[in-house]
């Protein structure tokens, strides 16, 4: 996703220094989606009987809760008010009915699409520390869509199958990205527009308060030379 990383690398630096609190809600963000992931490790984990595979799961899980913990410190530390992150209903990514090969698929796509947006928040941030989290993380990431990759060759299926789910998969993340985007570019204009016009008040407020002191000047010196 070449745009998304360009869209990052040059509205995040803006957005940051404009919009009060951008930074805590991003990384907060950042710090539940990473705890969802968790959560969808655990979950697939109890659909799994190998024991190497559930360890490999769990361990996953442990690395996700880890990025989770981190994001929500650098949160925390950037933080200038509370933070308050509506948290959106969560879609479970493992169904029993399309079975663990597409649970696979979909973390391979999301993994990947995770290591792609660290690379370029890791070249967006100009806070050295912040910054090290992104980059350092990427390879955690890599290394769960190597899982992901090795568990659907494991899994010995179609080669075209799983090329198509895969690329279902990434189209359906990219409308939902796209939605997302164009969500957040609404909320940025209407606050840009919303801006403008509290400014344009708050100067014409200024102008008519001086035209009426300078009226009421005027009629203070009219006043004193007719006396
Ligand atoms: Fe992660
Ligand atoms: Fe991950």
Do not use: C
């Not at 990384?27 to 968790?38: C, W």
């Not at 989290?133 to 992901?148: T, V």
């Amino acid at each position: 996703m070449h745009w998304r990383s360009l869209a990052i690398r040059i509205a995040l630096p803006v957005s940051w220094r404009l919009f009060h609190n951008r930074r805590a809600d991003t990384l907060q963000r950042f710090a539940v989606t990473e705890a969802d992931s968790a959560w969808h490790f655990l979950y697939a984990l109890s659909h799994v009987d190998q024991p190497a595979i559930r360890a490999r799961l769990f361990n996953n899980a442990l690395e996700e809760m880890h990025h989770s913990g981190l994001f929500e410190r650098a949160a925390r530390d950037a933080a200038e008010t509370l933070i308050h992150l509506p948290t959106a209903e969560r879609t479970v990514i493992y169904d029993a009915q399309k079975g663990l090969q597409h649970f696979y698929a979909f973390v391979y796509v999301g993994e990947k699409d995770v290591y792609d947006q660290f690379d370029a928040y890791a070249r967006a941030i100009d806070t050295e520390s912040v910054s090290a989290i992104f980059s350092n993380l990427k390879q955690d990431e890599a290394g769960h869509m190597q899982f992901a990759e090795q568990r659907l060759a494991a899994l010995d299926l179609n080669r075209s199958t799983v090329l198509r789910q895969v690329r279902a998969i990434r189209r359906w993340r990219l409308l939902e990205a796209w939605g997302r985007g164009l969500r957040q570019a609404s909320d940025l204009i209407m606050t840009l527009l919303l801006s403008a016009i509290y400014f344009s008040l708050g100067a014409l407020g200024r102008a008519s308060y001086g035209q009426a002191q300078e009226a009421a000047r005027l009629a203070r010196v009219a006043g004193d030379l007719r006396r």
